[in-house]
T-cell receptor, first 110, second 113 residues
Framework: SQQGEEDPQALSIQEGENATMNCSYK?????LQWYRQNSGRGLVHLIL?????REKHSGRLRVTLDTSKKSSSLLITASRAADTASYFC??????????FGTGTQLKVEL | DAMVIQNPRYQVTQFGKPVTLSCSQT?????MYWYQQKSSQAPKLLFH???????NEADTPDNFQSRRPNTSFCFLDIRSPGLGDAAMYLC????????????FGPGTRLTVT
């Protein structure tokens, strides 16, 4: 399978703490994307990082990409209860489609 | 606001009774995708349309069909639903087929009784 893997599978933190989740993938990519999914809803695109980029920021999100290790990380700073969701990485490479990772379930407690 | 709309949000069907899920978009995107997502799993791509060009994934069962009568609408037909087809079905669009972000609808939760 070419599906990416994310770790941890589940993460529970207190509001105000930072949350870090990691994604590993197997094939060469054009870009890597992160999506959020609230329970029972569709996915929302968060950020896209191209293969020639190493780091990207968007608000409280910071994404890094290491193509030599075929890995990426998503950091959410100063987390809020509203950040509680599942987070998926997705790689865009050959085949004109995204390949989604297994997801990390984040719970931010008050 | 431009968006991806899925109807219905919840669908209950009987074992073996054909069902159709619909998706519409106001983004005027070229590509429309259908995903199946089971509980606590990653979305699994079933097929996609690039304009009128239909692209089926190799492991998508023949029980699943799709139609795209125009740019805005896309339908997922399940000819004979089995209990294993109970899942969330997600429709998504992207501006073009190569490497763009995807925009998802809220999903249709399908229950098979």
């Amino acid at each position: 399978s070419q599906q990416g893997e994310e770790d941890p599978q589940a993460l529970s933190i207190q509001e105000g703490e930072n949350a870090t989740m990691n994604c590993s993938y197997k094939t060469s990519i054009n870009n890597l994307q992160w999506y959020r999914q609230n329970s029972g809803r569709g996915l929302v695109h968060l950020i896209l990082i191209r293969s020639n980029e190493r780091e990207k920021h968007s608000g409280r999100l910071r994404v890094t990409l290491d193509t030599s290790k075929k890995s990426s990380s998503l950091l959410i700073t100063a987390s809020r209860a509203a950040d509680t969701a599942s987070y998926f990485c997705a790689t865009a490479g050959g085949g004109n489609k995204l390949t989604f990772g297994t997801g990390t379930q984040l719970k931010v407690e008050l | 606001d431009a968006m991806v709309i899925q109807n219905p949000r919840y669908q209950v069907t009987q074992f073996g009774k054909p069902v159709t899920l619909s998706c519409s978009q106001t983004l005027n995107h070229n590509v429309m995708y259908w995903y199946q997502q089971k509980s606590s799993q990653a979305p699994k791509l079933l097929f996609h349309y690039y304009d009128k060009d239909f692209n089926n994934e190799a492991d998508t069962p023949d029980n699943f069909q799709s139609r795209r009568p125009n740019t805005s609408f896309c339908f997922l037909d399940i000819r004979s639903p089995g209990l294993g087809d109970a899942a969330m079905y997600l429709c998504a669009t992207s501006r073009d087929r190569q490497y763009y972000e995807q925009y998802f609808g809220p999903g249709t939760r399908l229950t098979v009784t």
